[in-house]
């Protein structure tokens, strides 16, 4: 066999700081030389064994839930483009939706502020009217209730007059009405004594009278202006207006 080698062929086919002996210290290099000698498949050196770190525990002191959630994403968003892409396209919508969402927003109180000038500029002029309306109110009350246009609508519908500036006082007759009701004792009493030297004068002018004629008839009086008179009524001495 050709391809068979001798350990001299491998020993001269080394570099120089190679151990006849124990050949390369290499694991590759030396399962190709088994390999070239013996003709077997290549032995794959195992890695050395290594001993199992167990990761930390999460007391949830140190990191919130967001945080750590947002860690967990990220360290699986290094390796995973697709994720980015969803990523971004999710924040450029959520930008787009929140920007058109405070166009809508600002778009809707201009109407509502629009709304509510053209409402007070309404209330404003309605304001105004009333103001004039109640102006021309006053007017006219004043000029209805004027004494001289009171006093020509009295005399036109109820024909009445305007009274007069000086008082006047009626005397009425002793016989032909009764004496008005005197509330005051006093007045009363000083009345009934002007009756009883009224009534006296009268019966003394009477005795004279038929002293002097020698006759019993009844003379008559002229009318007098007191308030005890009376007109064109003879006096006799049964009538003597001393009533109480």
């Known amino acids: ?111 509502l502020v629009i709304r509510r000038s053209a409402e007070l500029d309404s209330l404003d002029t309605s304001r105004k009217k009333f103001r004039t309306d109640n102006a021309k109110l006053s007017a006219d009350n004043a000029r209805l209730s004027s004494p001289p246009r009171v006093t020509a609508l009295a005399r036109k519908r109820l024909g009445m007059i305007p009274a007069m500036k000086m008082a006047q006082f009626i005397f009425l007759d002793q016989d032909n009405s009764p004496a008005a009701p005197v509330r005051n004792r006093r007045r009363r009493l000083l009345l009934q004594r002007e009756r009883a030297a009224e009534a006296a004068r009268v019966n003394a002018t009477t005795a004279r009278y038929q002293e002097a004629t020698g006759s019993t008839s009844t003379p008559t009086t002229p009318p007098a202006t007191g308030a005890n008179s009376s007109s064109n009524t003879p006096l006799g001495s049964n009538e003597t207006g001393a009533t109480p």
Do not use: Y
């Open 1 to 111: 066999m050709s391809d068979v080698r001798t350990p001299d062929d491998i020993a001269t086919s080394n570099d120089a700081d190679h151990d006849p002996w124990w050949g390369d210290l290499d694991p590759q290099r030396v399962a190709e030389r088994v390999t070239t000698v013996t003709g077997d498949a290549p032995i794959t050196p195992r890695a050395p064994a290594r001993r199992p770190v167990r990761a930390p525990r999460s007391t949830g002191g140190g990191k919130s839930f967001g945080a750590r959630v947002a860690t967990e994403i990220s360290r699986s968003a290094r390796n995973n483009h697709r994720f980015r892409r969803i990523m971004v396209a999710t924040v450029i919508t959520l930008i787009v939706i929140f920007g058109l969402s405070c166009s809508v927003g600002v778009i809707m109180l201009n109407n």
